[in-house]
Antibody, heavy 125, light 108 residues
């Protein structure tokens, strides 16, 4: 059974960097059938994808336009985890942050089949 | 970006009722559509993928249909654990995997 366990602080000051880590068990971050996403949820924005990392002979990253200038996602194969860094945060970055696995389901389909437990991150001084 | 619009935004029903939730995409997404249920304080849980395929372990009272721009999620007989919020999500325009705004299903 795949499990995703998130860690990181729940409070970040404005202008600082938000850092979260997602530890994977039951799968590997370098899996050929999965991409690893960060998604956040807030009342104002709903469920919003932030970015992803995946391995296909080499590492690839994609980021949402809304955060592209501020986000970095890295994978660590030795520790089997991936991380999120979001710089220059502001109060509007306050949200529940999730990591999730997007698995290939066949016929070109894919879906988020496993999620982390979520981390409520507040941006406040 | 492909916009996903769900209707209704909220719905009241009773245990045992049959309910249907609709999701519309702003352009054709073939059958690249997934459905999730989210209970308060929890992450979303995958119910249906590829518009109509039941995820392993999900009860058969859940079913999905549609293709192109219009999709439905049907719960044939509501159980107490089904009172939650439901989201559709398109995977046609990966990595831009937009979600609908959610449909809150409440106990009447």
């Amino acid at each position: 059974q795949v499990q995703l366990q998130q860690s990181g602080p729940g409070l970040v000051k404005p202008s600082q960097t938000l850092s979260l880590t997602c530890f994977i068990s039951g799968d590997t971050v370098s899996s050929n059938n999965a991409a690893w996403y960060w998604i956040r949820q807030s009342p104002s924005r709903g469920l919003e994808w932030l970015g992803r990392t995946y391995y296909a002979s080499k590492w690839y990253n994609d980021y949402a336009a809304s955060v592209k200038s501020r986000i970095t996602i890295n994978a660590d194969t030795s520790k089997n985890h991936f991380s999120l860094q979001l710089s220059s945060v502001a109060p509007e970055d306050t949200a529940v942050y999730y990591c999730a696995r997007k698995e290939a389901m066949g016929r070109g389909m894919s879906a988020f089949d496993f999620w982390g437990q979520g981390t409520m991150v507040s941006v406040s001084s | 970006d492909i916009q996903m619009t769900q209707s209704p935004s909220s719905l009241s029903a009773s245990v045992g009722d049959r309910v249907t939730i609709t999701c519309r995409a702003s352009q054709s997404i073939s059958y690249f559509l997934n459905w999730y249920r989210q209970k308060p304080g929890n992450a979303p849980k995958l119910l249906i993928y590829a518009a109509s395929s039941l995820q392993s372990g999900v009860p058969s009272r859940f079913s999905g249909s549609g293709s192109g721009t219009d999709f439905t999620l049907t719960i044939s007989s509501l159980q107490p654990e089904d009172f939650a919020t439901y989201y559709c999500q398109q995977s046609y325009d990966t990595p831009r995997v937009n979600f609908g705004q959610g449909t809150r299903l409440e106990l009447k």
